[in-house]
């Protein structure tokens, strides 16, 4: 699974050369994933949403109001805590495939 790699990068350490030449390195300290800092800032947008009394509907006006990754229960408070937490990593790994979508080739 892609993580994103780290969500702080560390000093590398460069270790030498591959059998193609090129650089290999290896980070001192990887710390948390961009997937978990993701997942933190999601959860911490959902619970948010959750103590302002949000919903989690499409309200642009588009005619399409389809409930959102977390549903109406969490915003009444009783969504369930590893739902929460499988809903933020949802927004997570959407974030990092959109942006390895957009990242030049």
């Given at each position: 699974?892609n ?16 059998q ?9 300290r ?6 978990d ?14 103590r ?9 006006n ?18 369930d ?5 499988r809903?933020a ?5 959407a ?11």
């Open positions: 699974m993580d994103g790699g780290p969500a702080y990068p560390t000093r590398q350490i460069h270790l030498g050369t591959d193609n030449g090129a650089a290999v390195f290896q980070a001192e990887t710390g948390m994933s961009l997937r800092h993701f997942a933190g800032l999601a959860m911490q947008a959902m619970v948010n949403c959750y302002q009394g949000c919903t989690s509907r499409n309200d642009n588009d005619g399409n109001d389809e409930t959102g990754v977390f549903d109406q229960s969490f915003v009444e408070g009783r969504g805590v590893a739902e929460t937490a809903a990593y949802i927004l997570a790994d974030m990092i495939a959109e942006r390895n979508r957009n990242e030049p080739a």
